[in-house]
């Protein structure tokens, strides 16, 4: 196909120099440019004269060409559209043709093929670099081929003297490890044996021994009941009293009952409840001593405070006696012993519904915000700002302390509930204290403060009771 293409090629170069003048001398086109540009008047004039040049020597040798571009660069004159039309001469037996810059020349085969020159000059730089490449690729593929298989088979040998000296090994430590354990094992059951026969010996001998003194002792289980109770000490009077007349202790029982004693007439934060029910379970608030039994406590009668109908706050009864010291921990028990729950401030995507009142429905209040609102209902103030509303005054506040068993004029009661918004912090509360005064209304003395409550068996605990 390249041959005949050639052939094609050399058949028209030598019919186009039987009809082609020879190209003008380029001597004469310089001669010309010269004059022409001497007699030119206006820059244009030069740069026509300089387009005339480039067209008149573009069939030239390359080194005339240069010289007519560097010309027109010297005269700062554009060549576009300067080119020549093609030309065909003959110059010492070799046959030039002719195109300017940017024009190829195109041969037609029956109309159908088209050769360039420039294609077919790419085709033969291609197919020269080809064939050198592929011959490197080839001398570079036999090396690898070679060194390969050399590195193959050293690595098939030791592979096989490996396998077979690690077989060798492992039967052998096999053997080794089989028998050090079957000894150790016939040792150790002969020592088990004998470690059994002895306890067995021993135990017989202590339980004879033991069943004989008790025996003796005790003769009746009348005479056992009382040593029990002799050794037994006195009552655990969180739990428990001595009965005056038969000297035993009995369980509290009457912290359950589901009647209270309490005698207000102000009904109206509990009118979903009979008058005089309890809202909430009672609790041992202070132990029970030798002469007197010990003090029930609860939640407050009323809300002290309250979010929409979602949350209302009650205060509940700090029992020194279980927890001398405020913790967090302490706070959820504390609430939980009324069937409450301490408030945070925060979803129950990171709030653990079953020890907190979560805030579900995105209200603002913080332990401190609450201990404000507080503070302000006891001022007498309005304190806007943070969600809720305040359901108490001083007075009632004060009563319902007073119904818990604070004598009036007690100083000093800590109101204590979480800290901030969120999170855990064991040992800090935020808390305020107040005193309750003569009348029974009760009065802020300072805080609110953050911190471990001064002494806790003069202390309420601010707990929640709503749904999540």
Not at 268 to 280: E, I, N, P, R, Y
Request: hydrophobic share 35%; net charge positive; aromatic share 8%.
């Amino acid at each position: 196909m390249f041959a005949t293409k050639m052939a094609a090629v050399a058949v028209t170069i030598a019919v186009a120099l039987a009809q082609t003048a020879t190209a003008q001398n380029a001597q004469n086109c310089f001669e010309d440019f010269a004059l022409a540009a001497s007699l030119a008047s206006k820059p244009n004039g030069v740069c026509g004269a300089v387009q005339r040049l480039v067209k008149c020597t573009a069939g030239a040798d390359r080194a005339t060409r240069d010289a007519a571009r560097q010309v027109a660069a010297s005269h700062k004159c554009a060549t576009t559209g300067a080119g020549a039309a093609p030309t065909l001469t003959a110059s010492n037996n070799h046959v030039n043709r002719a195109v300017s810059e940017g024009s190829d020349m195109t041969f037609y085969r029956f109309k159908r093929e088209t050769t360039t020159i420039a294609s077919l000059t790419e085709g033969v730089a291609e197919l020269e670099k080809t064939k050198a490449d592929q011959a490197d690729v080839d001398s570079k593929l036999k090396s690898l081929e070679s060194t390969t298989a050399s590195k193959l088979a050293g690595l098939t040998a030791s592979v096989g003297k490996t396998t077979k000296d690690l077989t060798a090994d492992l039967a052998t430590q096999a053997g080794a490890v089989d028998k050090s354990v079957k000894g150790s094992l016939l040792a150790l059951n002969g020592k088990i044996d004998k470690l059994s026969k002895d306890l067995d010996a021993l135990l017989t001998k202590q339980i004879k021994g033991a069943d004989d003194a008790i025996t003796k002792s005790l003769k009746t289980v009348a005479d056992k009941l009382d040593k029990l109770v002799e050794v037994s000490g006195d009552c655990n009077y969180a739990t428990h009293f001595k009965d005056a007349k038969t000297k035993k202790c009995v369980q509290f029982k009457d912290c359950s009952l589901p009647t209270s004693t309490y005698t207000s007439t102000d009904g109206k934060h509990h009118d979903f409840l009979s008058k005089g029910s309890k809202a909430f379970p009672s609790f041992i608030w202070q132990h029970g001593t030798k002469d007197k039994d010990h003090v029930c406590g609860t939640a407050s009668w009323r809300r002290w405070y309250g979010l929409s109908t979602h949350v209302y706050f009650h205060v509940v009864p700090w029992p020194k006696w279980m927890y001398p010291n405020y913790g967090e921990a302490a706070l959820i028990n504390v609430c939980r012993l009324a069937g409450l729950r301490p408030w945070r401030d925060q979803g129950s995507w990171s709030c653990d519904p079953g020890d907190y009142v979560c805030d579900n429905w995105g209200y603002n209040l913080g332990g401190h915000d609450l201990m404000n609102k507080f503070r302000c209902v006891l001022h007498g103030q309005n304190c806007a700002g943070h969600s809720g509303d305040k359901l108490v005054n001083k007075a009632q506040m004060g009563e319902d302390l007073v119904n818990m068993g604070f004598a009036k004029g007690t100083d000093d009661i800590a109101i204590v509930t979480k800290y901030a918004h969120s999170d855990f912090a064991e040992n800090t509360a935020n808390y305020l204290t107040v005193q309750i005064e003569s009348n029974g209304a009760l009065k802020y003395k300072s805080g609110y403060a953050n911190g471990q409550p001064k002494d806790m068996g003069k202390a309420v605990a601010v707990c929640a009771m709503g749904y999540n």
